[in-house]
């Protein structure tokens, strides 16, 4: 089973779905960030958010994989209220944006409560050379998160855009996953993560649809021979993780 853990609900589900499937693609994590990437939603939006990633699970059910998009910046009674209410409805996952960094303690309930349930955090991570957006994580915040929550089944979003320094900050804690998306295909950099993490801490991500599948698929086909390596990072750790 091939199994993509980064993509994001838009307009178009059916090119989307249809998409990942002819690129030999099982299942996709999707989550909804708002059709315009809601930075800070309310709590209505991130219901609505949610509402969308359940219609997708609901029309694609062999599929979609559905991921909560929580705000940590909300009372933490909502967002837990909000996590039941989704994981009930047969969401894996939980996803967190740029609201506020990892490193917050804010974060800390929705961790708690990710060990509790036994589903993975993605949580979106990038250092960018022009400079990161308010509340956007980079891989320090992601470590400091898996240091205070070392129980937490943590995956960091971007190892390509987070860089080797990046992968070098979350080696120690062996609880960090880190997905394969981010930017452009860059020389050297999935050999090098393989290299410090270890396949088995290495997921496929696309970050489809603002990412091609082929290019993101490729970045990981080109780099990593056939055999357990490979299928460890397209599918048999995610397929663990999310418990399918």
Known sequence: MIIDVHTHY??????LVGSALDNGIDRICVSSLGLSY????TPDQ??????????????????????????????????LAELHRCVKAGMRGIKLWVATVASDPRL???????????????????????G?????????DIADLARRHPRLNLIMAHFTGNGQRGILEIQPYPNVFADSSGGYPCTGI????????GPERILFGSDAP???????????LGAVPEGPARNAILGDTAQRLLRL
């Open 132 to 140: 990161n957006m308010p509340g956007e994580s980079t891989p320090a």
């Open 190 to 197: 999935t050999e090098f993560t393989v290299r410090t993490l």
């Open 46 to 79: 991130i219901r609505e958010c949610n509402d969308q990633t359940l219609a997708s699970m609901a029309q694609y059910p062999d599929a979609v994989v559905g991921f909560c998009f929580l705000n940590p910046l909300h009372e933490p009674d909502f967002s």
């Open 210 to 220: 603002g990412r091609n599948y082929a290019v993101q698929f490729a970045r990981v």
């Open 10 to 15: 838009c307009r178009d589900m059916v090119r």
């Open 38 to 41: 809601l930075t800070n939603p």
């Open 108 to 130: 800390d309930p929705i961790a708690r409560e990710a060990i509790a349930l036994d589903i993975p955090l993605l949580h979106h991570s990038f250092v960018k050379v022009t």
